[in-house]
């Protein structure tokens, strides 16, 4: 089916319906969305909100402090980490900015940090992401390679979307699950959500034909219970060919061999019980929060003054888009910027600025 199609029929099933607001869960789904304009294939009683599905983004400010305060008080160590998450800013200063006085370097893998570990180097990798990332950084653990630490920021998504859905002070009538998340987790993660908060949810993938199909089964069975009907089924798997019921097995394990979990803080959403992965202490070799403990002893986080009008806490819990923020294309660019929102290739506002999404 053509996406000219899908639109007819998506503007069909909405038409005379209340406003229908609908949150994707994830950075590619945007980038999908705003390249390809979609937001305009809608009519105009379909939202569609940007949720906080963007790893980089939602780390917050302290974990970078942290990082920022262990290679300042130790010169021994290699830092490594991915491009987005080494351009993100705090207090005038990102992790490139250390280049130069401290050794950083960009890694497209989490083994490629281990490589230089085996060559004698200390290497501390700065991990972040979710369910899809945590895996290859608990193999990398479990391989036990010397001399390899790791400052574990990764969070684990469901917990996010039970949270943001409790939170009440934003109307969503239906979701559009991550795909990668997903192909770890399974459909059968979420089958927890749909039973507490009756709201419909479809798992896409990342081509335009996904996302448009997704919004078509979401606006469909919104329609039906607003009519008075009610669905047996709340939970769609549109991305088949990537995503089973069970989710990846042998991946889950690997996860819950290495890490535990712990209430940890997300941008814009707060603390989040049970969503942070924390290195159990049966590898605690490995942990660098616990073998570089006397660092961080006389850690105090600071405040950024200028990230005060900084809004990419609202525009990840989908409360504004990113031209709603006051510094979005003025003092906040690509090439100059302020929140993480700007700087990741997931984050939404880099994405409307790369597209020109907000002229749409």
């Excluded at 705090?90 to 060559?119: N, T």
Aim: proline fraction near 6%.
């Amino acid at each position: 089916m053509r996406a000219k199609e899908l639109a007819e029929l998506i503007e069909k099933e909405a038409k005379g319906e209340e406003e229908i607001r609908l949150m994707h869960l994830c950075g590619t789904h945007e980038d999908t969305i705003t390249k390809y304009a979609l937001r305009s294939f809608l009519p105009e009683n379909v939202k569609l909100l940007s949720g906080p599905g963007c790893p980089v983004c939602i780390t917050p400010d302290v974990d970078l402090q942290k990082v920022f305060h262990l290679i300042e008080k130790r010169d021994d160590i290699v830092l490594t980490t991915f491009g987005d998450m080494a351009r993100v800013p705090y207090m005038g200063k990102s992790l490139l900015s250390f280049r130069g006085k401290r050794d950083i370097r960009i890694v497209y893998s989490i083994f490629d940090a281990v490589k230089i570990a085996k060559k004698g180097k200390k290497v501390v990798h700065f991990g972040i992401g979710f369910e899809t990332t945590m895996p290859s950084t608990a193999l990398a653990i479990l391989d036990k390679p010397e001399n390899f630490y790791v400052f574990s920021s990764h969070r684990y998504f469901i917990p996010a979307m039970d949270y943001l859905l409790s939170l009440g002070d934003l109307k969503i009538d239906g979701l559009i699950n991550p795909g990668h998340v997903s192909t770890i987790v399974g459909v059968k993660a979420y089958e927890p959500l749909v039973k507490k908060y009756k709201i419909p949810q479809v798992i896409a993938g990342f081509e335009p034909l996904d996302v448009l199909t997704a919004i078509f089964i979401l606006v469909k069975i919104i329609k039906a219970i607003r009519s008075g009907e009610k669905p047996e089924n709340l939970l769609f798997n549109e991305y088949k060919r990537a995503v089973s019921y069970e989710g990846n097995i042998k991946a889950q394990k690997i996860m819950s061999y290495v890490f535990d979990r712990d209430n940890w803080e997300w941008r814009g959403l707060g603390v989040i019980p049970n969503s942070g992965a924390i290195i159990k202490d049966n590898h605690a070799e490995f942990d660098a929060c616990k073998v570089f403990e006397d660092v961080f002893e006389d850690f105090e986080p600071k405040i950024d003054p200028k990230k005060k009008a900084c809004r990419c806490g609202d525009v990840l819990r989908g409360l504004i888009t990113p031209e709603k923020c006051p510094l979005f294309m003025k003092s906040c660019t690509p090439k100059d910027p302020v929140g993480p929102c700007m700087v990741s290739y997931e984050g939404t506002c880099s994405i409307w600025a790369k597209y020109g999404g907000y002229r749409i």
